[in-house]
């Protein structure tokens, strides 16, 4: 299957568990891979028929932004969701790094794929 990608999404936002993670932005990064079948948009040359990566772009940064979770999981099941819903993907994988949360790492993050009911 063929794959629209997106790399290294930057994203600040309140994310976090504990009390001082609640009164400051901290910058995420994203990457995702989107699952479908571009013949018809390759085709038509019809940006309509394409999964848009920049409309993706955009629902990741507005949802990421609009209200606070704490976990990661929370939010990759929530994008995730919410890509299969709006697009037409049939599988979609999120990796979300926070490189700030841990100093003697590089970075840290979750990473989940999830289809579409067949
Ligand atoms: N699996 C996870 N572990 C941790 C998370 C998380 O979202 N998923 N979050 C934290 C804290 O918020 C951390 O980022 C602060 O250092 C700890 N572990």
Sequence with gaps: MDKVYISQLHVETIIGVYDFEK????????????????????QSDDINLAVDYAKVSEDIIA?????????????????????LAQYNVS???????????????QTVGVEITRAKAA
């Design 23 to 42: 009164e400051s932005k901290q910058s995420l990064y994203f990457d995702v891979e989107m699952l479908t079948d571009i013949r018809a948009a390759a």
């Design 91 to 105: 599988q979609v994988t999120i990796k979300v790094s926070k490189p700030a949360a841990v100093h003697a790492a």
């Design 63 to 83: 949802h990421t932004t609009a209200k606070p979770v704490e976990l990661l999981e929370t939010l990759v099941e929530q994008l995730a969701a919410l890509i």
